[in-house]
């Protein structure tokens, strides 16, 4: 079943319950925080970052295809997946960029479509999203009830990543590989600003939860 042919309300949710929003948004901008503060709201949410963490541990699909496409130059001395050097050679080298988007996107949009499904089947008037980073550049927006986007400057995503220790060289890499804050405001029907404290985000995440849901 794709998720644009899902359809809550015929399974006896209330009118706007069981709702499917992406959350989407530059890097260091707050999406995991946002989705966060959802799930504490009693949101269901699954986060794209974690799917591609749980296909890279030993034996998962996406190590297996990763180490039969790259070979054992992206892995540990006790053979786990180094994302560190993965990252490296997907600076480095763009058709390892390539193969790397290849291999995982598919999977990765797999995994949270089946697990949107099940959320709504088995919790029909339970609200889902959907943290996807990539949204728009791996053509994954259609079929949501509502596309949200956690934005900021681009400065502040620059100060966030050299705070978590990323080279101003990776930084700009990663960044150039996303749409700008601009064009993803454009695709977007709502727009929370994260660049001030916790709370300030966490009142703009109860007005997206809507009412009852703060």
């Known amino acids: 079943m794709s998720l644009s042919k899902i ?21 260091a901008a707050g999406k995991s925080t946002l989705g966060r503060m959802l799930e504490e709201m009693g949101w269901k949410v699954m986060d794209a970052d974690d799917i591609v963490h749980g296909l890279y541990v030993r034996g998962a699909e996406g190590y297996r295809k990763l180490v039969d496409a790259l070979g054992a130059g992206v892995l540990t001395s006790s053979k786990d997946l180094d994302r560190g050097l993965l990252a490296a050679a997907m600076i480095r080298d ?18 949270w479509k089946h697990e949107v499904q099940e959320s709504l089947r088995l ?27 956690v934005g900021c400057r681009a400065s502040v995503s620059r100060r966030r990543l050299r705070e978590r220790g990323l080279t101003p060289e990776a930084a700009d890499f990663w960044l150039g590989k996303q749409w700008t804050v601009e064009e993803k405001i454009r695709k977007c029907e709502k727009i929370l600003w994260n660049e001030g404290s916790l709370e300030l985000l966490r009142d703009q995440a109860k007005r997206l939860a809507g009412p009852g849901r703060g």
């Not at 390892?96 to 995994?111: G, K, Q």
């Open 7 to 27: 359809n809550p309300e015929a399974t006896g949710a209330k009118p706007g319950a069981g709702r499917v929003v992406a959350v989407t948004g530059t890097m």
């Open 94 to 111: 763009p058709s390892v960029y390539a193969t790397v988007n290849r291999l995982i996107h598919p999977l990765v949009r797999e995994i």
């Open 123 to 149: 919790h029909p008037q339970r609200p889902v999203a959907v943290v996807i980073p990539l949204l728009f550049e791996t053509g994954a927006e259609e079929g949501f009830d509502l596309r949200a986007m």
